[in-house]
T-cell receptor, first 114, second 116 residues
Framework: DGGITQSPKYLFRKEGQNVTLSCEQN?????MYWYRQDPGQGLRLIYY???????QKGDIAEGYSVSREKKESFPLTVTSAQKNPTAFYLC?????????????FGPGTRLTVT | AQKITQTQPGMFVQEKEAVTLDCTYD???????LFWYKQPSSGEMIFLIY??????QNATEGRYSLNFQKARKSANLVISASQLGDSAMYFC?????????????FGRGTSLIVHP
């Protein structure tokens, strides 16, 4: 079945450590996205990529980094520079163009930094 | 810049009744798409329905319909015959069709609880 996988579902880290969240899709989608969701908030865009080897900052990119070396994969690194990294992180993909381009989401990773 | 407003933090509905979740938007783009997503307690966002700004008819997908009023810039989601499994967060989103990036803006969501 086609879809998006994110691992792990729960992640715990000590403050000051970098951590990488995995996102893989087998939908053959060109565009991929990373969102952060905090309680009572909507989704805020961290980074997005429309093609391999290219990505753009979203609204809250500070303290995060990404790579897009393969079409299927878009890992997100939460660096120690991110001041408040504890949150729910969602990865999404879409066809990237056309009239209708709904996003398909992964199950999310809940990151807790103490 | 795009803005999505969902004014209802929480809604309650009796099972089998219909419910309307409000969404208003603001954009200067002449062409755009409107989306609704459902987020159950498991966390995964599920696409429900899409409405294009130039579509003549309101979108429908099973028990979901979108009450699109372009002049009022509103795109309310109507869920008919509510089921217990409809209890979830619901997010409205909008993407511009211009500029080539199609990056959606999401509202803060509405929590829906369906009572038996």
């Amino acid at each position: 079945d086609g879809g998006i996988t994110q691992s792990p579902k729960y992640l715990f880290r000590k403050e000051g450590q970098n951590v990488t969240l995995s996102c893989e899709q087998n939908l053959n989608h060109d565009a991929m996205y990373w969102y952060r969701q905090d309680p009572g908030q909507g989704l805020r865009l961290i980074y997005y990529s429309q093609i391999v080897n290219d990505f753009q900052k979203g609204d809250i990119a500070e303290g995060y980094s990404v790579s897009r070396e393969k079409k299927e994969s878009f890992p997100l690194t939460v660096t120690s520079a991110q001041k408040n990294p504890t949150a729910f992180y969602l990865c999404a993909s879409s066809t990237g163009g056309g009239v209708r381009y709904e996003q398909y989401f992964g199950p999310g990773t809940r990151l807790t930094v103490t | 810049a795009q803005k999505i407003t969902q004014t209802q933090p929480g809604m309650f509905v009796q099972e089998k009744e219909a419910v309307t979740l409000d969404c208003t938007y603001d954009t200067s783009d002449p062409s755009y798409g409107l989306f609704w997503y459902k987020q159950p307690s498991s966390g995964e966002m599920i696409f429900l329905i899409y409405q294009g700004s130039y579509d003549q008819q309101n979108a429908t997908e099973g028990r979901y319909s979108l009450n699109f009023q372009k002049a009022r810039k509103s795109a309310n989601l109507v869920i008919s015959a509510s089921q217990l499994g409809d209890s979830a967060m619901y997010f409205c989103a909008m993407s511009p069709h211009s500029g080539g990036s199609y990056i959606p803006t999401f509202g803060r969501g509405t929590s829906l609880i369906v009572h038996p």
